[in-house]
């Protein structure tokens, strides 16, 4: 089964932008849509059709971040999505030895903080909550995680 690919909405009144250019980039964002789709209280949704400027702290320059996911509940309420593993929300330990992976996961720890901090930004202007997924959180929403 691939990572990544083409997803197909099968509920285009609930999808607010081009249903036919929806991309998962990974099984567990496969498998968020497939929940918002089939979930009654979802009345509409769409994945990478918000785009938040922001200036990155890795080389301060503007930068453009996709949200994975927004989404509305019947109740009115509406949320952007970040989907990560729960290892990618928190600062990468350092070693003994400054490794190159070390520097890898820190610049991308440091510009997840960036993305994350003018979505916050966003959020509060607009009158949505930013959330950041894990697997531990599509399982408490009964979320098939799958490896």
């Not at 509920?11 to 496969?30: A, Q, T």
């Not at 949704?45 to 927004?70: G, L």
């Not at 997840?112 to 959020?123: D, G, V």
Request: charged share 35%; with cysteine.
């Amino acid at each position: 089964m691939a990572y990544k690919g083409k997803y197909k909405v099968k509920n285009k009144k609930k999808y607010v932008g081009d249903p036919d250019k929806v991309v998962y980039r990974s099984l567990w964002e496969r498998q968020v849509f497939k929940w918002l789709e089939n979930n009654p209280d979802v009345i509409e949704w769409n994945s990478e059709e918000i785009v938040i400027p922001y200036i990155c702290a890795t080389d301060k320059k503007r930068h453009r971040y996709f949200i994975d996911i927004y989404f509305k509940l019947a109740n009115g309420k509406r949320y952007l999505v970040e989907i990560k593993p729960d290892r990618e929300t928190k600062p990468p330990k350092t070693p003994k030895k400054r490794t190159k992976r070390f520097i890898t996961e820190s610049l991308t720890y440091a510009k997840n903080q960036s993305k994350w901090h003018a979505a916050r930004e966003f959020a509060m202007d607009n009158n949505v909550e930013f959330q950041i997924w894990t697997e531990n959180t599509l399982k408490s929403l009964n979320i098939k995680v799958l490896a």
